[in-house]
């Protein structure tokens, strides 16, 4: 197993109703939200289904996004789940081109997530908690913890954990955290994944709903503030990568009291345009009170010397940015659109 994410070719993109969903393209092709093609190819409908009708192309992208991630996540874990190589792709070294202001980046991300190294997924037929070691080394003494939330980020029950040694390029069931009548019609389901020396190796989390129509609760989450810092990211040169890129590292943080669903970190220049980046994680989960180190990197500045701008929103957040050496300036939370 790769283990960066495959690039996704147009005969193995996911359907929802017999709608074709598209996905992370390597040329770019779908990279662009383009509101009136989307409508006619039922790709609109299929997003609308999930999240609502969309007021306006912001919104329609917002929704679009959390969709895009979901299937494509679930996507690669089904490949994962039975120990297969991805059909026909080498790794992905970065995202698309810039395309535009709507960029469907969610189901690169998606992607990445389900293919990440060292990953724990859950069956969402009957709850079975799987962890897949995509490495060419054994690990041991990990210890994989499930654990339910409310809609306010309360625990739901008891967390379910489980010590498992996984062999290299295997995967090992961990138990099961079945969909019951005892949990809520939606909640979220975080899997946690840390190694014997205790450090963090992976953090999945599930929007999980009785049917798709459940989906909408999303929409009801109360507005949240993001925080965010930044600085250099601890690479060779400061600030920079080994090919000369510039890498930026940033703690958000959610400080509302709910949780911040899908945050998004993104570059921007001096402009506010968005710029061609690539995040080692990305749309994020964030309980109240978290925080989460996400370094993001793209091209070296040019001429002007000016360096990137690193912004943060979530589904349920309006825009955070933070200079790259500057101390944290908190976003305006925002409720999100039904």
């Known amino acids: 197993m790769p283990a960066n994410p495959p690039h996704l070719s147009r005969t193995t993109r996911p359907s929802v109703g017999g709608t074709v969903l598209p996905g992370p393209d390597p040329e770019g092709a779908d990279a662009v939200v383009s509101w009136p093609a989307r409508a006619a190819d039922g790709y609109r409908a299929a997003v609308e289904a999930r999240l609502g009708p969309a007021g306006s192309e912001p919104d329609f992208a917002r929704k679009a996004q959390f969709v895009e991630y979901e299937v494509m996540r679930a996507l690669c874990e089904a490949w994962r789940a039975q120990r297969q190589e991805w059909p026909g792709g080498g790794p992905v070294g970065d995202l698309p081109g810039t395309g535009g202001p709507y960029r469907l980046d969610g189901g690169y991300y998606g992607a990445r997530k389900g293919c ?19 490495t060419p080394a054994a690990v041991r003494g990990l210890t994989v913890t499930a654990q339910a939330y409310d809609l306010g980020g309360r625990p739901l029950r008891e967390p379910v954990a489980a010590r498992v040694d996984v062999a290299a390029g295997d995967g090992a069931e961990v138990g099961a955290v079945p969909f019951d009548r005892g949990l809520p019609a939606t909640h979220l389901l975080r899997l946690r994944v840390t190694d014997a020396e205790g450090r963090v190796r992976s953090v999945n989390d599930y929007w999980r709903y009785r049917t ?3 989906m909408r609760s999303l929409n009801g989450l109360p507005g949240v503030r993001l925080s965010l810092a930044a600085h250099p990211a601890d690479r060779p040169a400061e600030g920079r990568t080994a090919d000369g890129r510039t890498a930026v590292t940033a703690t958000v943080r959610n400080t509302g009291t709910s949780p911040a669903a899908m945050v998004r970190l993104m570059l921007l220049d001096a402009d506010g345009t968005r710029l061609r980046a690539a995040a080692d994680d990305n749309y994020l989960w964030l309980l109240p009170g978290e925080s989460r180190e996400v370094t993001v990197t793209c091209p070296a500045p040019g001429p002007d010397g000016r360096r990137p701008i690193v912004a943060a929103e979530a589904y349920n957040a309006g825009p955070t940015r933070a200079a790259h050496h500057g101390a944290a300036t908190a976003g305006t939370g925002t409720t999100a659109a039904g």
């Open 212 to 214: 798709p129509t459940d």
């Open 116 to 134: 990440e190294p060292l990953h724990a997924q859950v069956d969402q037929r009957d709850g079975k908690v799987l962890v897949v070691n995509g």
